[in-house]
Every structure is written in C-alpha cells, then in structure tokens.
C-alpha cells in the first residue's frame, strides 16, 4: 500500500471510530412538559427521553397558572430544570402581583428565568406591555445572577434596542429556537448570549436559520426540541419532510435527530457535536455532573420546632447544620441525633479573623468555643449524642463582644419565627468559607463511610 493510501485508510478509520464513539448526554435546552398534551403519559415519555440519551431537560414556564407544575415537575424529576418566566403572548392575562409571584419563585427554587421575550408576530399585541415585563424578567435574571431564556419573534431591532440600552446580564442568555440572521451573531456573543436550535431549522427552505446555525462558535451552540411544538423532520436530516414518527407532537425523545441534522449542518460528527452541546448547557445552566440524579430543594421554612418534621423528611443522608440562632440550632442537632441522621454542625465564624484557629472535632470534645460549650449543656439532658464533627474555632473572643447564636438566650422562644436583631459580623469575611469548606469536607467524608479521627 503506498503511504499516501496508507494516511488515507488511517484517517477513514478514525472518523469512522469517532462517528461510532458513543455520544455525550444530552441536554433538551428548551421544553414545555407542563403543557397539557404531556399530561396523560409524562412518565413514558420521560422514560422515552431517558432511553434516547437525554439526562437534562430545561422546562419553561410561559404564564402564572403553570409555574407551579413546572415546579411540580421538577421536583418529581430529577433530570428537569425549571425556569419561570411570562412569555410575551400571556401578557394580557397577568396578575397585578406576577412579578412578586416570579420573584419569590427564583429566590427559592434553583431556576433560570424564561420564557420571556418579544414577539411582533400576533395581531392585537401590547408592545408597550410587552417590553416593559421583558425588563422587568431582564433585570430578575441580574438581580439574581440566573440565565435567562429568551423568545424573539419578527422583533430583533425591537430586541437589541433593549440589550443596548442595558447592562449585561451577568448569568448571560438563551436565545430559544435561534431564527435570526449570521449578521446578527457578533453583537449577540458580545452580550452573552447562546444559540439554542430546534427541529424548525432543518426544514426545507430555512437556509437564512441554517446559515446562522453553522456560523455559531461551537462553544456557543445548544440544541432543543421545544417540546411539543418543533418536531424535526422524519429522517432527522435537512429538508426532509414530516414529522418524526409521523406525529404532530414534539418530545424529548427527539433529540437525538436533530443531533444528527445539526451534526450533517456543520459537517461534523455526532459525539464530537454532543459533547461540545452538553459542555455548553452544563456551563451555561451550571449544571454540574458530579451525580446526575443529585436534586437540590429549596425549603421555604424557618427551622424550629414546629417545621423540623418538614425539614427532616425524607430523611437527608447527612444534616448539615450553620443557624446562628441557638433554639432553632440545638432543636436541629437534637432533632436529626434522635433520628439517627449523621451531623456536621458548624460552631460559628463570627468574630473570628485567625484562620490559623479553626478546627473540627467531636462536639465533646471542643474548647475555647463559647457557643459549643452551651449547645453541649443543652443537649446533655435531652440525651442527645455529643460526638458528631462539629467545625469551630479556638481564637479567643472578648465577652463584651460576643452576640448572635453566643449571646445570652433570655426570651429566645419569642424570636424562634424570626430569628434575632443582631449588628453586623466583624468577621473576616474569608472566615467563613473556611468554616463551610471545612464542614463539607466531614460531610464527605461521612458519605464516604470514613470512621471520624480521634
């Protein structure tokens, strides 16, 4: 064989194993699965998505009647990442309090904002209306540093009038089921934003989409079904006609057809094209994927006697334990100890500034720790164990300056609900990084079935 026929079969048979790697795991970055249409068979058509691949799946609320069942969603499936927001076509249907209702939703659910947007596309639309909720949304997403998903119809000039007349969003932004033109992509990457694609762009005469679609950096580019709205086409390959499986319905299960059309767009492989989308979504939505089925719930609850049994359902594998108000704190340890929840509790940063001071070991067992010397004496006649980790520190602190979950405890009952008027930490404010890293490393260490060192 001569060399040059030699280098030839060598780099044939590299592509070859590259389109046969198996591919990374998909992100939907953009789906409706609160619609009615999945109300039926949601389960199977979750488990569908699952078997093609699909491990994230982004749900976007579109109006105040159903944010909760994405919220319902979401915390049933694993997988799923919610985002609120009001689209630009419910805009006459809102509440006068949607935006407190939006806002209290993002300070206590891990979410994005979306979707939310322009639309010059329907008749008898409220332009004003509809701009003035699009900076609204906007500016939650800055407030509160989460990405925002963005719907943009006939309405681009409208569109970047607002990104040029605003600061940055600092979580940056979605553009969903991308329809704009390749002119537009340089000032769009400028401000942050992201490409995401549906089954739409590999329809048969959208070549203005599919231009845009190869010119998008590839650091840059996600993909969606906009489930169940966008199927792509039967073949899953450009301007082919139908929809997959001869069905007007989108789902998730679909992504991995356009995976393969996009793929064909760009001239590129399948698992070099899905690595670089999951890369990107992981980035974008700050998913990290140290344990896939890893859920994180936000409880919208003061922890006192009366919640611990809301708090400590389920049960949690670990309690980790930082309240600053001593009441709701020794009801937590006792609560979680009578339980037999392992415990890491944290002792307090506050009016510490010496590194150098910080320690972990049983709670018996610490000294110079005002607030652990009377969390002990509490606990003692409650029959609480004492030899959990707890993190604290032995910098001495001037009495008169003590204050917080170390001050005297007269009359804490009555602040149980609300937590107790203090003036500010003199902390130095690494301090307490220190104390949280620390804590989680014995919570670690107890996930890991490590004896804790004597």
């Known amino acids: 064989m001569a060399p040059s026929a030699a280098r030839a079969g060598t780099a044939a048979a590299a592509l070859a194993a590259c389109n046969a790697a198996p591919p990374a795991p998909l992100i939907d970055c953009h789906v409706h699965l609160q619609e009615a249409v999945f109300a039926p068979d949601l389960g199977d058509v979750l488990g569908r998505a699952a078997e093609a691949g699909v491990r994230r799946l982004v749900c976007n609320g579109t109006r105040e009647d159903d944010w909760p069942s994405v919220l319902r969603i979401a915390r049933a499936s694993p997988g799923v990442v919610p985002c609120f927001g009001l689209h630009p076509w419910y805009v006459a249907g809102r509440s006068p309090d949607w935006l407190p209702k939006l806002e209290c939703l993002l300070q206590t659910v891990p979410s994005g904002v979306g979707e939310v947007g322009l639309d010059r596309r329907a008749d008898g639309r409220d332009e004003a209306a509809q701009e003035a909720l699009f900076r609204a949304q906007r500016a939650l997403g800055r407030r509160f540093h989460r990405p925002v998903m963005i719907h943009c119809v006939r309405a681009w000039g409208w569109f970047l009038d607002v990104l040029r007349d605003e600061a940055p969003l600092p979580a940056g932004m979605l553009l969903h089921a991308y329809s704009g033109s390749a002119e537009l992509l340089g000032e769009l990457l400028e401000r942050g934003a992201y490409f995401s694609f549906a089954g739409s762009v590999l329809a048969a005469g959208r070549r203005r989409t599919q231009g845009a679609l190869q010119q998008v950096p590839l650091d840059r580019l996600l993909i969606e079904t906009d489930a169940p709205a966008l199927p792509p086409p039967a073949t899953g390959h450009p301007g082919s006609a139908g929809s997959v499986g001869g069905s007007d319905r989108d789902e998730p299960a679909n992504l991995p057809a356009l995976l393969r059309g996009i793929a064909e767009l760009r001239g590129m492989t399948q698992a070099r094209l899905s690595q670089s989308v999951w890369e990107n979504a992981c980035r974008f939505f700050g998913v990290a994927d140290i344990n896939p089925d890893c859920r994180v719930e936000a409880l919208q609850e003061f922890v006192h006697v009366e919640t611990l049994e809301r708090v ?4 949690p594998e670990v309690v ?34 010496d590194p150098s001071c910080v320690r972990v070991g049983p709670l018996r067992e610490t000294t110079q720790c005002p607030l652990a010397k009377r969390v002990r004496k509490r606990l003692r006649p409650l029959g609480a164990s004492l030899d959990f980790p707890c993190v604290y520190s032995v910098e001495p602190v001037l009495p008169e300056r003590s204050q917080g979950a170390e001050a005297d405890d007269t009359g804490e009952e009555e602040h149980y609900l609300r937590g107790r008027e203090r003036r500010p930490f003199g902390s130095l404010p690494t301090l307490t990084g220190i104390f949280g890293l620390t804590a989680a490393n014995e919570v670690l260490r107890t996930l890991l079935g490590e004896r804790f060192p004597a």
């Open 312 to 315: 400590l359902a389920g049960p």
């Open 320 to 353: 980790i334990d930082a309240i600053d108000s001593f009441s709701p704190k020794v009801a937590l340890l006792a609560a979680a100890a009578a339980r037999g929840i392992p415990l890491v509790s944290s002792m307090g940063a506050a009016l510490r500034t």
